[in-house]
Nanobody
Framework: QVQLVESGGGLVQAGGSLRLSCAASGSIFSINAMGWYRQAPGKERELVARITSRGTTTYADSVKGRFTISRDIARNTMYLQMNSLKPEDTAVYYC??????????WGKGTLVTVSS
């Protein structure tokens, strides 16, 4: 079992920045990849960024050049640095981890609101 806890959400003006954190605990040795997803009101959950155990990263086209995903192995924490935020980035952001058995784990989410 893996437990994930997000933090760092909040209200920010367009053009501003936020950094989200995801603290992992439990069977973290089994994690292969971690990622951030988001879900805006009335929309489906979508992948924002993903990082593998080898450090390979992928991003949604909508956030490329603005968001950066990173992972501190020693702290068992993943981050999402979000710059140049836009109102359309408003959503609940979820931390995700996938383990070697293809089991997916989710945090409870943190709300990011970007005002225009």
């Amino acid at each position: 079992q893996v437990q994930l806890v997000e933090s760092g959400g909040g209200l920010v003006q367009a053009g501003g920045s936020l950094r989200l954190s995801c603290a992992a605990s439990g069977s973290i040795f089994s994690i292969n990849a971690m990622g951030w997803y988001r879900q805006a009101p009335g929309k489906e959950r979508e992948l924002v960024a993903r990082i593998t155990s080898r450090g390979t990263t992928t991003y949604a086209d909508s956030v490329k050049g603005r968001f950066t995903i990173s992972r501190d192995i020693a702290r068992n924490t993943m981050y999402l640095q979000m710059n140049s935020l836009k109102p359309e980035d408003t959503a609940v952001y979820y931390c995700n981890a996938g383990d070697r058995y293809a089991i997916q784990y989710w945090g409870k989410g943190t709300l990011v609101t970007v005002s225009s």
